[in-house]
């Protein structure tokens, strides 16, 4: 257990203007370690939309407003500094929108989520309870869903959002040592730095049409219209900036694909269809359906149900046997080298050949491919 650091002997700073927050920044560029964290707000949009970033430096927090400041070149320059380590706790959001938002490419990754899966081979463990395994203090969650692009933040906002970062330095400090007594710093590193990467492709890749619920559905011709209208979908997501499931949602796309409407009147067929969206996107659905039919309405390969895949279950059963056997040799929980959901991709990749699924690959992969090869 780690002595109780407590906020009243911590000072805290709201900075809400680019030359204050260039003038903090040059001063990180000497630090070892610093702590983040950020809050955002994502319910009906494509892109996260960065509402507060937060950072400990060991000496004072810094709560920044995103909204009143862009993010200096010094900040950025210490985010993208690998020797300047970046602690934060389950990072994968925060590093889109740091991406999206600032386009920061952040290096020298340190997440505590991470090593606690790691150290103990627990997954996914929240920040409350992080806290308070090396505190044996609570930490109140109520303020995670408030409104964090309202201003001003309360009091209890900004409380919040300072003890979000208060105690990542001292549980970094005590990770690290964890890891290296257990010669898992190497692999850690490895992980970390994949994150950082895989968050940016993420971001900037397409999703695969072949994954969308019920494609299964389609036969060789209606696939090549599916994927156009799939990837109308994900450009007017990402160029309107909603999600793509307050556009149309995979099984009603599927059912347009099927009915292939010629007016608008058909397209009312489909009745799960929000008449906001039939208003708004009635047209291009319309001229990509008559833009694939122009093309000659090409055949594609038909996505097969997993269900009707011969020889899949056996695969299934024989790559998570490997896993599980993989994972206890090296101290892992099975689900962390590899879950079931990607063990069932890379099964049905391997029986079909194709579609391997993104996460077969760095040292997951440099440590079961050869495995997985031989058997």
């Not at 590193?189 to 900037?204: F, H, K, P, R």
């Not at 599916?226 to 900036?241: N, P």
């Not at 009603?252 to 208003?279: D, G």
């Not at 063990?343 to 760095?362: C, Y």
């Amino acid at each position: 257990m780690i002595a109780e650091i407590n906020l009243d002997s911590i000072d805290v700073e709201w900075v809400d203007s680019f030359e204050r927050l260039t003038e903090i920044s040059e001063t990180w560029g000497d630090k070892k370690h610093i702590a983040i964290d950020t809050e955002f707000e994502r319910r009906t949009t494509f892109f996260a939309r960065i509402a507060l970033v937060q950072i400990f430096d060991g000496e004072k927090i810094f709560l920044i407003d995103p909204l009143s400041t862009e993010c200096p070149l010094a900040l950025k320059d210490v985010f993208e500094n690998p020797n300047i380590i970046k602690i934060f706790h389950s990072c994968k959001e925060d590093l889109e929108v740091l991406y999206t938002s600032w386009k920061c490419q952040l290096k020298g990754l340190f997440d505590t989520q991470v090593a606690f899966s790691f150290l103990t081979g627990e997954l996914s463990i929240g920040y409350a309870r992080l806290v308070e395994l090396f505190y044996s203090i609570p930490v109140d969650k109520k303020e995670t869903t408030s409104d964090w692009i309202k201003r001003p933040l309360t009091e209890q906002q900004k409380e919040y959002a300072s003890k979000d970062v208060l105690y990542l330095i001292e549980i970094f400090l005590q990770q690290s040592n964890e890891l290296a007594e257990k010669n898992f710093l190497k692999l850690f590193n490895q992980e970390c730095n994949e994150l950082c990467v895989n968050a940016i492709e993420s971001i900037d890749s397409f999703s695969d049409y072949r994954e969308a619920k019920d494609v299964w559905r389609l036969n060789e011709k209606q696939v090549g219209l599916f994927q156009s209208l799939f990837d109308w979908r994900e450009t007017t997501a990402r160029q309107s900036d909603r999600t793509k499931n307050h556009i149309i949602k995979d099984h009603e796309l599927v059912e347009l694909t099927i009915l292939s409407p010629e007016s608008k009147s058909q397209i009312r067929q489909i009745k799960s269809l929000h008449p906001r969206s039939i208003r708004l996107y009635s047209e291009p659905w319309l001229e990509v359906i008559n833009a694939w039919r122009a093309n000659g309405s090409l055949p594609q390969d038909i996505v097969l149900n997993p269900r009707d895949i011969k020889g899949l279950k056996e695969t299934s059963n024989r790559l998570e046997k490997i896993v599980k056997e993989t994972a206890k040799e090296n101290g892992l929980n099975p689900t962390f080298l590899l879950s079931k959901r990607v063990i069932r991709k890379l099964a049905q990749a391997m029986v079909t050949n194709q579609n391997i699924p993104s996460q077969w690959k760095g040292w997951r992969k440099a440590m079961l491919e050869e495995l997985v090869s031989e058997n």
